[in-house]
T-cell receptor, first 114, second 119 residues
Framework: AQSVTQLGSHVSVSEGALVLLRCNYS??????LFWYVQYPNQGLQLLLK??????LVKGINGFEAEFKKSETSFHLTKPSAHMSDAAEYFC????????????FGKGNQVVVIP | ETGVTQSPTHLIKTRGQQVTLRCSSQSGHNTVSWYQQALGQGPQFIFQYYREEENGRGNFPPRFSGLQFPNYSSELNVNALELDDSALYLCASSLVDRLSRFSGANVLTFGAGSRLTVL
């Protein structure tokens, strides 16, 4: 079974500073990895996904993530935080075959300090 | 194109009652997945429907059941509600074919959810 771990439920970052959200996964088969963002009273929106092509994945709103198999990690970064980045972020993993479900982490609530 | 719409947005039930939540998938999508998101937790997979048949189920008891209709809309039914069923229920749709329906690469489009409170 796949799982992901996101540490630190709340993350505070100053406007203009680096955003770094950590995600470590566990999977017995090659994984697909995703980052989703959830704004208040809205559904989850896909930021980016890794599906075994390039290990550095660029997403929307200036976010990117790097797949590191040796570290079983898929950390999300953005060079400069904006006030509009305040939201909850979820890392998720699924399997390359035989499994069509997403396993989500507990999420990181990002607060941007002006 | 229209996105995923869910109804109702909020509802309150008492323990032991039954509830039906509804989901209209994004135009052109043929698969619907349901997730339960408890407060402070990530979403948990309940089940998925492809062409009106269950196509995978998570670790939820049988009192959680679902349907998918010919127009690809879907319902989630929960019987004998318990306090722990209080959560945000998310519906997500995707477009898959017969070969890719088990692929984890399929991108899901989520609705805003139905928030259920059980008293």
């Amino acid at each position: 079974a796949q799982s992901v771990t996101q540490l630190g439920s709340h993350v505070s970052v100053s406007e203009g500073a680096l955003v770094l959200l950590r995600c470590n996964y566990s999977s017995s088969v090659p994984p697909y990895l995703f980052w989703y963002v959830q704004y208040p009273n809205q559904g989850l929106q896909l930021l980016l996904k890794y599906t075994s092509a390039a290990t550095l994945v660029k997403g929307i709103n200036g976010f990117e993530a790097e797949f590191k198999k040796s570290e079983t990690s898929f950390h999300l970064t953005k060079p400069s935080a904006h006030m509009s980045d305040a939201a909850e972020y979820f890392c998720a993993v699924s399997s390359t075959y035989g499994n069509n479900r997403l396993a989500f982490g507990k999420g990181n609530q990002v607060v941007v300090i002006p | 194109e229209t996105g995923v719409t869910q109804s109702p947005t909020h509802l309150i039930k008492t323990r032991g009652q039954q509830v039906t939540l509804r989901c209209s998938s994004q135009s052109g999508h043929n698969t619907v997945s349901w997730y339960q998101q408890a407060l402070g937790q990530g979403p948990q997979f309940i089940f998925q429907y492809y062409r009106e048949e269950e196509n995978g189920r998570g670790n939820f008891p049988p009192r959680f059941s679902g349907l998918q209709f010919p127009n690809y809309s879907s319902e989630l039914n929960v019987n004998a509600l318990e306090l722990d069923d209080s959560a945000l229920y998310l519906c997500a749709s995707s477009l898959v074919d017969r070969l890719s329906r088990f692929s984890g690469a399929n991108v899901l489009t989520f609705g805003a959810g139905s928030r259920l409170t059980v008293l």
